[in-house]
T-cell receptor, first 115, second 113 residues
Framework: AQSVTQLGSHVSVSEGALVLLRCNYS??????LFWYVQYPNQGLQLLLK??????LVKGINGFEAEFKKSETSFHLTKPSAHMSDAAEYFC?????????????FGKGTLLTVNP | DTAVSQTPKYLVTQMGNDKSIKCEQN?????MYWYKQDSKKFLKIMFS???????INETVPNRFSPKSPDKAHLNLHINSLELGDSAVYFC????????????FGPGTRLTVL
């Protein structure tokens, strides 16, 4: 079974600072990897995904992530944090379950942005 | 034009009751899911349906019974509710490929007293 580990359950940055949220995966096959964001009391929204094309993936709201096979990592970055980025971020791997696929999520990282 | 909708948004009930959560998607997807998010925000798949057929059942107690009347709807019925069932339940839909994005509903917060 595939798994995802998010290092740091809580990351706090200042507005304008670099955001780095860490995700490592475990997979015996080439993975499909996703980052989702959850704002308070809302559902999950896709930020970006890696599907074995370009290793540097750009997403919405200025976020990007780089797939590094040698490090089994898919860290999420943003050069300059905004207050509106405060949310819970989930890394996930898509795994086959019979003829369907399911998302296996990491435990999430809460990002707080300080003024 | 909500893509994936769920009703109700909040559900408060007593232990032992039976309740249902409804989900509808207007994206034309064949595949739908139920996920459970616990109090620590951990998300875990419960069920997946493909065109009304149950494909994934992740060792969920049989008090939980999903039903898909058509491929745009996936409902979740829960019998004999327990305190541990308190969570946020998310419905999602997607095309069937592993590379495809899953679109999530707004969630239903279930509180069992």
């Amino acid at each position: 079974a595939q798994s995802v580990t998010q290092l740091g359950s809580h990351v706090s940055v200042s507005e304008g600072a670099l955001v780095l949220l860490r995700c490592n995966y475990s997979s015996s096959v080439p993975p499909y990897l996703f980052w989702y964001v959850q704002y308070p009391n809302q559902g999950l929204q896709l930020l970006l995904k890696y599907t074995s094309a370009a290793t540097l993936v750009k997403g919405i709201n200025g976020f990007e992530a780089e797939f590094k096979k040698s490090e089994t990592s898919f860290h999420l970055t943003k050069p300059s944090a905004h207050m509106s980025d405060a949310a819970e971020y989930f890394c996930a791997v898509s795994e086959a379950g019979g003829s369907n696929y399911k998302l296996t999520f990491g435990k999430g990282t809460l990002l707080t942005v300080n003024p | 034009d909500t893509a994936v909708s769920q009703t109700p948004k909040y559900l408060v009930t007593q232990m032992g009751n039976d309740k249902s959560i409804k989900c509808e998607q207007n994206l034309g997807h064949d595949t739908m899911y139920w996920y459970k998010q616990d109090s620590k925000k951990f998300l875990k798949i419960m069920f997946s349906y493909n065109n009304k057929e149950l494909i994934i059942n992740e060792t969920v107690p049989n008090r939980f019974s999903p039903k898909s009347p058509d491929k745009a709807h996936l409902n979740l019925h829960i019998n004999s509710l327990e305190l541990g069932d308190s969570a946020v339940y998310f419905c999602a839909s997607s095309p069937p490929r592993g590379t495809d994005t899953q679109y999530f509903g707004p969630g239903t917060r279930l509180t069992v007293l």
